[in-house]
């Protein structure tokens, strides 16, 4: 089921001192990982609060070998790549691999608006490398995206400095430390459940 597309597209972006990779149609059969995804049990914060983190909504969590049996050694080759400013750690690496899960964010308009927060602008856990998020919106119902930023202490503001726009089946990688945030306004997701796919690395 997680089987990568064979004719992969990448872009390189540069963002601040470093990079994120945007890969367009990146699963092979992404109509199969999106009805997975929405079959799975979606744990809330009452249920399972460390789990869910800082995020909005709802979350799958889903043991699996498939994702490392597919995925492993092409995000190997990705981090390998040049311009992270990230030394590859094949050690540690191979450990978060041996236990990545199936895990999908699904969040709608009303958890938005009862969260309250007008801007989710984090850094993942310091012990991670990179993190990728994984786009499984139909294109009709794909809005906002992931936003990355700056502080700029002169002003003492967070500047956004590139919008991974939503599209289906397209895969961000990124450095784990880099700002960064889903773009979920309160009109947004009335109508079915932002769907994204999450890996830490």
């Known amino acids: 089921m997680f089987k990568v597309n064979s004719e992969l597209t990448a872009k390189v972006v540069k963002v601040n001192n470093s990079q994120i990779?945007?890969?367009?149609?990146?699963?092979?059969?992404?109509?199969?990982?999106?009805?997975?995804?929405?079959?799975?049990?979606?744990?809330?914060?009452?249920?399972?609060?460390?789990?869910?983190?800082?995020?909005?909504?709802?979350?799958?969590?889903?043991?699996?070998?498939?994702?490392?049996?597919?995925?492993?050694?092409?995000?190997?080759?990705?981090?390998?790549?040049?311009?992270?400013?990230?030394?590859?750690?094949?050690?540690?690496?191979?450990?978060?691999?041996?236990?990545?899960?199936?895990?999908?964010?699904?969040?709608?308009?009303?958890?938005?608006?009862?969260?309250?927060?007008?801007?989710?602008?984090?850094?993942?856990?310091?012990?991670?490398?990179?993190?990728?998020?994984?786009f499984l919106n139909k294109p009709e119902e794909c809005e906002g995206g992931t936003g990355f930023y700056r502080y700029d202490s002169d002003t003492d503001k967070i500047d956004l400095e590139h919008l991974s726009v939503m599209e289906y089946n397209k895969a961000v990688l990124y450095p784990a430390s880099m700002p960064h945030g889903a773009i979920m306004e309160k009109t947004m997701f009335k109508t079915c459940d932002r769907l994204v796919q999450v890996m830490f690395m």
């Open 21 to 134: 990779i945007e890969i367009q149609n990146f699963y092979d059969n992404p109509d199969g990982v999106r009805e997975y995804s929405l079959s799975c049990k979606k744990y809330t914060k009452e249920e399972n609060e460390d789990l869910l983190a800082s995020a909005i909504g709802r979350r799958v969590c889903e043991d699996t070998l498939e994702l490392a049996f597919y995925h492993q050694d092409i995000f190997r080759e990705l981090c390998l790549h040049p311009g992270w400013n990230i030394d590859f750690d094949k050690e540690q690496f191979d450990f978060l691999w041996s236990g990545m899960r199936f895990i999908v964010n699904a969040t709608n308009n009303y958890e938005i608006i009862e969260d309250g927060r007008d801007m989710i602008v984090h850094q993942d856990a310091p012990h991670l490398n990179w993190a990728c998020v994984i």
